[in-house]
């Protein structure tokens, strides 16, 4: 018997296993969670830092996200801020973009049930 797809244990796994729990994306990379985010850093130039999960609401927003501005500005490289359509704070891009953020490209996570995929053929050999 097919059984619909649980939206919200998706979400919620989403949530545990690639964002709060995060683990680090290779050697040079830490994982650092705080009561508020959790933010991988790899400090070198070209190595990938953000603030992958946060937890904030009207009264913590404005501390938090001074917060990790600063402490990412004290890096080389770029980062970013994941927040996504079902984070629980939907007023936090306004205050990333006051603290000098600006938006990136649109994302998509995309879920289905593995066994509803339809086989995808592999492309010809090359000669």
Do not use: N
Not at 15 to 31: E, F, G
Not at 79 to 84: G, Q, R
Request: a negative charge; glycine letters at 4%; hydrophobic letters at 45%.
């Amino acid at each position: 018997m097919d059984r619909p797809l649980d939206h919200s244990a998706v979400l919620a796994a989403l949530d545990r296993d690639l964002r709060r729990d995060m683990p680090a994306l290779d050697d040079h990379a830490t994982v650092v969670q705080t009561p508020h985010v959790t933010r991988h850093v790899d400090p070198r130039d070209r190595g990938w830092s953000g603030v992958v999960w946060s937890q904030v609401d009207e009264h913590t927003a404005e501390a938090v996200v001074a917060e990790e501005v600063a402490h990412f500005r004290a890096l080389p490289g770029d980062c970013e801020w994941k927040h996504y359509h079902h984070d629980a704070f939907l007023a936090l891009p306004r205050y990333l973009v006051a603290a000098g953020l600006r938006p990136g490209e649109v994302e998509w996570v995309m879920v289905a049930e593995a066994a509803t995929i339809a086989p995808i053929p592999h492309p010809p050999a090359s000669p």
